[in-house]
């Protein structure tokens, strides 16, 4: 079927206004956000609901044309943009954006795929609830995108990744077939879990196109801290002291290097007066105030420096540091992003030869969620010459170690010929069933995470 004839069909579905052919207006849904993942869909077309995303799939496969679920496109390993081939139809979600009230029994709350993580808070809040994930991208990140990754964040030490806050969800298979499993029920053990299976799917099986959330009640109080500490291992170390309270909720790391970068794209002011090698971000909220015990701990801890905050704006202020190293290491170049999970106990020796892996191919700049292993390896000024070697010599050393070579951003097309690193034969089989099962002609999100069919 030819491109005009296949526009006419969608606009027939969702309205001329929301079937973009023009370049011009497809760019933004072409690249992501680092810049290197670009490509050029077919079409982008942007349904309005669920009975919509059905009927564009339905004929989408009637024509044979694979299709390209998306987003907030905040994605990092090229799974939210369509190929260089231009055979593609990007369908944006960002128009399912619907919320709906607050269960408070159930203590859930559905919404669509295409709300936005940042609005979904701003909902939540003068309720007194919270969703028990964040993100930095939280501005630009939908609900649904977050789910299809399985998104982990900032909160995982204390609420899990997405997909334990996750009670439901509504998706629409490959044929148009549509399954409802927002019932949200604590209990239903009914054969085969089948939001657990999408959760992480990465577009892959079915498009989803809403959620039912689990919530938490909104701590009444918070407190910050900045922690300057001499080495990753003092930082591991003193992570597992802090795991102690029950009030933690975050432990983030970045290394001096890393705040070099952030302070000179940001203009902010440097935290501490000293430069220190290593600085560890922890918050700690709960229904009584947990100054004091955080205070206690760290009392007699190794470190080399402290700043507390308490109010909202202090600990704004100190979670930029963190927070912004993903925009400032963008600004100094692409960068190469490996997104990976170590065993605690091998973090400290992996920052070590981190320099002697890249043997100079690479500038390095280390963070991430230091209470989950989980480490945000950020390339800059990798030849496209070494690009392959470089991957393989740092995913190779975590497979070595018996990490993850995907921690919380997916393996999409950038890591999909990587993926027998850290997965056995036997369960790339098991997954490349299921997704023929579900998708049998393997028409949604092509080229990601599994390599096509036999």
Request: proline share 6%; charged share 20%; hydrophobic share 45%.
């Amino acid at each position: 079927m030819g491109t005009e004839r296949l526009a006419t069909r969608l606009a027939a579905v969702v309205g001329p206004a929301h079937v973009l052919a023009d370049p011009g207006l497809r760019a933004s849904y072409e690249t992501d956000f680092t810049g290197r993942w670009t490509g050029r869909a077919r079409l982008v077309v942007r349904p309005g609901d669920t009975a919509q995303v059905a009927e564009v799939l339905r004929t989408c496969r009637d024509a044979g044309v694979p299709v390209l679920p998306q987003g907030g496109n905040t994605g990092l390993v090229g799974g939210s943009v369509p190929t260089p081939a231009g055979d593609q139809v990007v369908l944006s979600l960002r128009r399912l954006d619907t919320v709906g009230p607050v269960d408070p029994d159930a203590r859930q709350i559905t919404v669509g795929a295409g709300l936005t993580l940042a609005a979904l808070h701003g909902r939540l809040r003068p309720q007194g609830w919270e969703f028990g994930v964040d993100l930095a991208s939280r501005d630009s990140a939908t609900l649904g995108g977050m789910i299809a990754t399985n998104a982990g964040g900032e909160r995982v030490l204390k609420y899990g990744t997405t997909r334990a806050n996750v009670a439901g969800l509504q998706a629409v298979l490959a044929d148009g077939t549509v399954l409802d499993r927002l019932a949200g029920l604590p209990k239903d053990n009914t054969g085969y879990d089948l939001t657990g299976l999408l959760v992480g799917s990465e577009g892959t099986l079915a498009v989803l196109t809403a959620a039912r959330l689990r919530l938490v009640p909104r701590p009444r109080h918070r407190v910050g801290a900045l922690l300057a500490v001499d080495s990753i291992a003092a930082a591991t170390a003193l992570v597992t002291r802090l795991r102690g309270l029950e009030s933690l909720e975050l432990a983030e790391f970045f290394t001096a290097e890393g705040l070099d970068l952030v302070l000179e794209h940001t203009g902010l002011p440097a935290p501490f007066r000293a430069r220190h090698p290593v600085h560890l971000l922890v918050e700690c909220a709960a229904r009584h105030d947990p100054t004091d015990e955080l205070a206690d701990l760290l009392a007699d801890a190794d470190v080399l420096d402290v700043a507390v905050a308490v109010d909202a704006a202090d600990r704004h202020r100190l979670a930029a540091y963190r927070e912004r190293h993903t925009e400032a290491i963008n600004a100094a170049g692409t960068p190469l992003k490996l997104d990976v999970t170590l065993p605690t106990a091998a973090l400290p020796g992996f920052a070590a030869e981190l320099p002697g892996l890249l043997d100079g191919r690479a500038r390095p700049y280390l963070f991430g969620h230091l209470a989950e292993g989980n480490l945000h390896v950020n390339l800059l000024d990798v030849a496209p010459a070494d690009e392959e070697a470089v991957v393989l010599a740092v995913l190779g050393r975590v497979a070595a170690a018996g990490g993850s070579i995907s921690a919380e951003h997916g393996i999409g097309r950038a890591k999909a010929r990587y993926l027998h690193l850290t997965r056995s034969a036997a369960e790339i089989r098991a997954m490349r069933a299921v997704k023929s099962a579900l998708d049998p002609t393997w028409l949604l999100s092509p080229g990601t995470l599994l390599a096509g069919p036999d």
